[in-house]
């Protein structure tokens, strides 16, 4: 009974299951993104006209449809589930330190945006997460992991006319 029946009850409108938008973000107003990768690598980015530019460490050009994706992944991100509305164990989320943050900057405002992603569920399905400063955790989809957690080498330029510049910039064959 329980697996025929209850498994098929619609349950979007509850509150468990209703997704939630994080922020509000236009993303044409975003002007700068910082990501702190899960390996401690921290990239830079800034819009320079319609292009994107890596600023930060070593700066280059960056992929432009990495960062779409990441810009894309920001503005849509929604909560699937809290998890607990007032953590103090923010540790056993991987979220004290976070995992991953990925902060962005709006033009117009004056403090960033920052996400905290930490671990994933047990069943890899959903990623525990926070926005910087709040005590709520909620969960996101686990995929976002991998569209966010981007090193500085993921998020380079990789075009051919490129990867031949810096090689004869840094002398590598």
């Known amino acids: ?8 009850k ?6 468990e299951t209703k997704k939630e938008k994080i922020w509000s973000l236009d993303s044409g ?18 819009k ?4 994107w530019q890596i600023v930060g460490p070593p700066a280059m050009d960056a992929d ?9 992944a920001v503005t849509t991100v929604e909560s699937s589930r809290t998890v607990d509305e007032k953590s103090t164990a923010l540790a056993k989320y991987e979220l ?14 004056t403090s960033a945006r920052q996400l905290d992603l930490g671990t994933k569920t ?16 909620f969960l996101l989809g686990g995929s976002l992991e991998d569209q966010l957690n981007r090193t500085t080498f993921d998020l ?16 590598i064959s």
């Open 156 to 171: 380079r330029d990789r075009s051919e006319e490129h990867t031949s510049e810096l090689q004869s910039r840094f002398g």
């Open 1 to 8: 009974y329980a697996y025929f029946v209850e498994s098929k």
């Open 96 to 109: 004290d330190p976070p995992k991953t943050q990925v902060t962005v900057h709006v033009a117009g405002d």
């Open 64 to 72: 432009q449809d990495a960062v779409s994706t990441i810009v894309t």
């Open 122 to 137: 047990p069943t890899g399905a959903d990623l525990y997460a926070r926005v910087n400063g709040q005590p709520k955790v």
């Open 29 to 46: 107003k975003i002007e700068a993104i910082e990501i702190k990768a899960a390996n401690g690598d921290l990239t830079k980015l800034k």
């Open 10 to 15: 619609d349950t979007s409108d509850t509150p």
């Open 48 to 51: 320079n006209g319609a292009s």
